[in-house]
């Protein structure tokens, strides 16, 4: 955005108005995402030096701490800004509200980042300098110190308690991942997915292994997928059959027999979602006849376009077009969007054009936006207009495309 007002010599009126009004977040906010960014042009606005921008940003930091207590809003531009200063600044505020409270945490993450461009211990040896002089300063150290302290107690007592094996998974807090995963023999998977507790959890796919199980299943040899395949076509089980489908989220299936294309179709919601996230990485009919089966609304919504990203066939634009939808909701619009961006750009066939620019028109999200500009441009079809309109979006890399301004670095 700054790169784009400084090209067009507008900074002059834009700036300042930007500065009075950066805290006025829209009133549909996703959480705190606007403020956040303004926190950012803040930051570079204040670096440059410009009237009220640093004041604004100590506002929006200060507010944030009352608004969302969890966050840290400007926190980081602050630092970058005032450097020692501004890392005092918000650690002072830190350890007074952990006083105040009487929180036994508070945030230290930020730490590392300033070691990163300062050295190890950096951040700490500026706190303690500082520590005799503030007693905010000391709060949050003394605060700090008692924080770590309890995690290596807590490292240590689990040390001594734990007799698991190395490759054992641990059955008893389902929601972790199992040690050594990566080395899991297929046998102790398959046991793994039926042994441990039937979750029916508010996250399913932290409870349910999804993310390890697919990291297992990247790496696993053709013999253990044939295995687990096997397995998967027996069980009558949805949490089961989710599980196993997760496995498949990051690989094509060795086969794919009758009975897992049929999982598409499925009466739980889940499970289908997880066989559209496997079923996109194999070319195949069948999938293909379910996934134009199931251009439907709430099926589009909850992934179904998946089935076509492999599975493809010149002429499926026309049925695709016909079912598209625009959800109220921004996260249906952009899990919409999403899939049909990656449709396109595995088909990448001109047909797709009208395809391509319906997420280019209606997509919420600026990368999806990007894929498909990429897409269409790799094919030579990228209207005129949209060339011209492209060298000033938002996002740097579609500027750069059509030779639009760069923002330096």
């Known amino acids: 955005m700054i790169g784009m007002i400084d090209e067009a010599g507008a900074g002059r009126d834009l700036y300042p108005e930007f500065i009075e009004h950066a805290h006025d977040a829209p009133v ?19 670096s440059r030096g410009l009237d009220g921008a640093r004041a604004a940003l100590d506002r929006l930091f200060h507010e944030g701490r009352k608004q969302h207590p969890n966050e840290l809003l400007g926190a980081l531009d602050i630092i970058k800004v005032n450097g020692d200063k501004g890392l005092l ?15 036994d945490t508070v945030d230290d993450w930020f730490l590392n980042d300033f070691d990163e ?12 300098a500082e520590r ?8 949050y150290l003394s605060t700090r110190e008692t924080m770590l302290a309890a995690r290596q107690a807590d490292k240590q007592a689990k040390t001594r308690t734990s007799q698991l094996d190395e ?8 929601a972790k991942v199992p040690r050594a995963f990566h080395n899991l023999p297929v046998e102790k998977v398959i046991d793994w997915v039926r042994d441990a507790p039937q979750i ?32 998967l076509d027996k069980t009558d089980s949805a949490i089961e059959q989710r599980r196993y489908l ?60 998946e089935l076509l990203q492999s599975s493809y066939a010149l002429g499926d634009h026309e049925a695709i077009e016909a079912a598209l939808i625009v959800p109220d909701d921004a ?63 938002a996002m740097e890399d579609i500027r750069g495309r059509f030779g639009g301004p760069r923002l330096e670095d």
């Not at 600044?89 to 929180?103: I, K, M, P, T, Y």
């Open 167 to 174: 490759t054992t998974p641990k059955i008893s807090d389902y």
């Open 200 to 231: 029916e959890g508010q996250f399913p796919s932290s409870v349910e292994g999804r993310g390890w199980l697919r990291r297992w299943g990247i790496k696993a040899n053709e013999t253990a997928l044939e295995e687990v395949l096997s397995t």
């Open 132 to 139: 005799h002089h503030s007693q905010g300063i000391d709060r």
């Open 246 to 305: 997760s496995i498949f989220s990051g690989r094509p299936m060795p086969q794919v027999s009758d009975r897992v294309v049929q999982l598409a179709e499925s009466g739980d919601e889940r499970v289908r979602s997880r066989a559209y996230a496997a079923l996109k990485n194999v070319s195949d009919p069948r999938v293909r006849a379910v996934g134009l089966r199931s251009l439907i609304p709430e099926r589009i919504k909850n992934g179904a376009l």
């Open 331 to 393: 996260d249906d619009l952009h899990s919409v969007v999403f899939d049909l961006a990656d449709v396109c750009a595995t088909a990448k066939h001109p047909e797709c054009l009208a395809l391509m620019l319906f997420v280019y028109e209606y997509s919420p999200c600026g990368n999806c936006r990007g894929k498909v500009v990429a897409t269409m441009a790799e094919l030579g079809v990228a209207p005129t207009w949209l060339s011209d309109e492209g060298r000033f979006d």
């Open 117 to 128: 461009d300062r050295g190890d211990s950096a951040a700490v040896k500026v706190l303690q």
């Open 89 to 103: 600044q918000v650690c002072a505020v830190l350890g007074n509200e952990a006083h105040e409270n009487s929180d």
């Open 28 to 46: 549909d906010d996703h959480d705190f995402w606007h403020l956040s960014q303004r926190g950012t042009l803040l930051g570079t606005l204040a």
